[in-house]
């Protein structure tokens, strides 16, 4: 059974940082590409970052140079650090998996698997 949980959202001021982890089961974790999505009330979910098998990396323009997607396919785990955080970056945070996928991508309905969300609420 396929299995995203998400962690380390929470509350923090603007210029701040977090870390959201995401624990993968179910699956041969490093052959699937993942990606970080967030979405609030009323907008469609967005791509946010994404990371390949070799570890290539792809970044929405409203994140680059702040946000950094990693993986440890060892501890099969999926982490986004943000930094400088702003308020548009309030939002349900999820990880995705594309398994036995190799390309980059940050298209929602190119991803299999979700996780339930964690909740990043930066305040100014």
């Known amino acids: 059974q396929v299995q995203l949980v998400e962690s380390g959202g929470g509350s923090v001021q603007a210029g701040g940082s977090l870390r959201l982890s995401c624990a993968v089961s179910?699956?041969?974790?490093?052959?699937?590409?993942m990606g970080w999505f967030r979405q609030v009330p009323g907008k469609e979910r967005e791509g946010v970052a994404g990371?390949?098998?070799?570890?290539?990396?792809t970044y929405a323009d409203s994140v680059k140079g702040r946000f950094t997607i990693s993986r440890d396919n060892a501890k099969n785990t999926l982490f986004l650090q943000m930094n400088s955080l702003k308020p548009e970056d309030t939002a349900m945070y999820y990880c995705a998996a594309r398994p036995l996928s190799l390309s980059l991508s940050l298209r929602t309905n190119e991803y299999k698997s979700w996780g339930q969300g964690t909740q990043v609420t930066v305040s100014s």
């Open positions: 179910g699956f041969t974790y490093r052959l699937a590409s």
């Open positions: 990371i390949a098998v070799n570890g290539d990396t």
